[in-house]
């Protein structure tokens, strides 16, 4: 069992930049960030393997960066730029996927972009931190 907690979330305006952290009670092969807004599906923000690897899906290239502590067992995201559709609960993930990558059906996908299609399951969720970006 892997126990995750989220910090950083708050209230911020529109340009500004937040660091998300998320403690966790051991190492696992993977970590990702992920987010939901209000009526929307989860989507993947970002993964990062052991190695230290990341991966972020198209729509979150270029504003979002992933790192990790592995002296701390911390996961960070940092948000620059933030715009009113960043408001969302952003949650912490952690999976035993190896190299955050899961093949299926002659395909292979990371952690942030495994289609629903796929029934896959991560293995850990933490409650995540909201964040809220006004104009």
């Known amino acids: 069992q892997v126990q995750l907690m989220e910090s950083g979330g708050g209230s911020v305006q529109a340009g500004g930049s937040l660091r998300l952290s998320c403690v966790a009670s051991?190492?696992?092969?993977?970590m990702g960030w992920f987010r939901q807004s209000q009526g929307n599906e989860r989507e993947g923000v970002a993964a990062?393997?052991?190695?230290?690897?990341?991966s972020y899906p198209e729509s979150a290239k270029g504003r979002f960066t992933i790192s990790k502590d592995n002296a701390k067992n911390t996961l960070y995201l940092q948000i620059d730029n933030l715009k009113p559709e960043d408001t969302a609960m952003y949650y912490c993930?952690?999976?035993?996927?190896?190299?955050?990558?899961?093949?299926?059906?002659?395909?292979?996908?990371?952690?942030?972009?495994?289609?629903?299609?796929?029934?896959?399951?991560?293995?850990?969720w933490g409650k995540g931190t909201l964040v809220n970006v006004s104009s």
């Open positions: 051991r190492r696992t092969y993977c």
């Open positions: 993930a952690a999976d035993n996927l190896p190299r955050c990558t899961y093949c299926t059906g002659g395909s292979c996908y990371t952690l942030t972009n495994i289609p629903p299609t796929a029934h896959y399951t991560v293995d850990y």
């Open positions: 990062i393997d052991s190695e230290g690897t990341a």
